[in-house]
């Protein structure tokens, strides 16, 4: 049997850097990471979780990071 790390809501706010209060509204709007149902208690998938979070990544223009002594 595969072992699957389920973790909370609020664990999965912490990690994904935002309000768990926003966590529950992505997850309500189903713009969040697949949820699990245990017992009636919501839970992520940490796989889910990183999978949802490598799709939301948003890399900034090199101009915007790099100081402005290397910009042309």
Do not use: C
């Amino acid at each position: 049997m595969l072992k699957t790390k389920l973790i909370s809501v609020d664990e999965a706010s912490v990690l994904a850097r935002v309000a768990p209060r926003t966590m529950r509204r992505y997850i309500s709007e189903n713009a969040g990471p697949t949820i699990t149902r245990v017992g009636g208690r919501v839970f992520i998938q940490e796989k889910h979780l990183r999978e949802w979070l490598g799709a939301r990544v948003e890399l900034s223009p090199l101009s915007a990071v790099l100081p402005r002594s290397f910009r042309a």
